[in-house]
């Protein structure tokens, strides 16, 4: 399966990274592992009380359109502080750009190969609050946001694993997660003391995460063995140690009837998980304006497919890349008004190609 992401090679633009602070580098060790179900067989039956679930064939509507991020490069994934109407992107690092601590600039193929990741802050109109920067935390492929009182907790994968790809370039992927508190200004490696890492057991690679920000849980998609899994956990359980899934599923296959599926995120409501796979206008067979975008809904408690359906949502966009996906509960006293959010990358003109971040989402619950 394919499960790299496209995105620009060529350095971006400098930002004023000699204004940002370098976090103190030191150590932050992993939560011990816990006795948990077994991974071995395709689905370990789920206890997860039943919910429902979003209606795939609900028109998307748009949150916001072609926003600029912190650098040039494509959307990853995104997450939302629903407490503070806050979203939150992750994008690679721009070639060309030092951070402080660094001693020489780097490729965009190094930015991708060490996981040096971007994190922006933005308001929901699109206004840029903040920015962090995560070096050797990997590829940024799903992020989740844990909403406190103290502020903003970001749930990301670390300890990056440089990786060789098969035309000669190199991918790096965390195989570890982390807990750290938005700082806005910081630069953030992954030893740093703010940094809380969480393992899994021996062996996994691969692992990120979504948050379900109404239940309260942690959705993980790790590597077990060179095959895809998700796993669901109690958000408190596992910041405390605890090891034990609520549901353990293998990752489908076929998520693009048709295409050689491009795995771009993933979120959890309930006791339904929601996949996003598809490729850029232009690659793997999409050709504007249907794309190959689709989201697929799989019951946590069984693993089967629930309902797949290619997604046209953002389809005007000149360059259109599925990249990410969210909960969003835009009024925090009304948590059953639910938005399911899909991320795209994009681009404003053939002279600039510089990427734009665009969310769409679909709120009728079935």
Same mark, same amino acid.
Request: glycine letters at 10%.
């Given at each position: ?22 976090? $103190? ?14 991974? @071995? ?14 209606? =795939? ?51 965009? $193929? ?23 920067? =995560? ?41 570890? %997660? $982390? ?8 630069? %953030? ?138 909960? @969003? ?23 600039? @190609? ?13």
């Amino acid at each position: 399966m394919l499960d790299r992401r496209r995105f620009l090679r060529t350095g971006g633009a400098i930002v004023g990274a000699a204004a940002v602070p370098l976090v $103190a580098v030191g150590a932050a060790e992993g939560v011990a592992h816990a006795r948990r179900t077994s991974s @071995q067989s395709n689905v370990t039956p789920g206890s997860v009380t039943a919910s429902k679930r979003f209606d =795939l064939t609900d028109p998307s509507d748009m949150l916001l359109r072609e926003v600029q991020l912190t650098g040039t490069r494509v959307l990853q994934s995104f997450a939302f502080d629903n407490t503070r109407g806050h979203v939150f992107t992750v994008q690679l690092v721009d070639g060309g750009l030092q951070l402080p601590g660094e001693t020489q600039t780097y490729s965009g $193929a190094d930015r991708e190969a060490n996981g040096d990741l971007a994190l922006t802050r933005l308001d929901l109109s699109g206004n840029i609050l903040g920015t962090m920067y =995560l070096r050797g935390f990997g590829h940024g492929v799903q992020i989740g946001v844990e909403s406190a009182t103290s502020g903003s907790y970001l749930w990301t994968e670390t300890h990056n694993i440089r990786t060789a790809n098969s035309d000669g370039t190199y991918t790096g992927w965390g195989d570890r %997660l $982390a807990r750290f508190k938005f700082a806005n200004g910081s630069v %953030l490696t992954a030893d740093s003391p703010s940094l809380t890492q969480y393992t899994l057991e021996s062996g996994v690679d691969r692992t990120t995460c979504a948050i379900d920000p109404v239940n309260n849980r942690l959705a993980v998609r790790c590597r077990v063995n060179g095959v895809f899994r998700f796993r669901l956990y109690d958000l408190a359980a596992f910041k405390s140690g605890g090891r034990t899934t609520l549901a353990d599923i293998a990752q489908p296959a076929d998520l693009q009837p048709g295409y050689t599926d491009v795995f771009q995120g993933f979120a959890s409501y309930g006791s339904y998980l929601y996949l996003l796979a598809g490729s850029a206008y232009g690659s793997s067979g999409s050709v504007s304006p249907d794309g190959n975008t689709y989201i697929t809904t799989v019951d946590w408690n069984t693993g089967t497919l629930t309902e797949q359906k290619l997604t046209k949502a953002a389809s005007s966009l000149l360059y259109r890349e599925p990249e990410g996906m969210a909960i @969003q509960i835009p009024d925090p006293a009304n948590p059953s008004a639910l938005r399911l959010c899909s991320g795209f990358a994009s681009y404003t003109s053939d002279t600039d @190609q510089s990427k734009r971040a665009s969310i769409y989402y679909k709120d009728a619950l079935v």
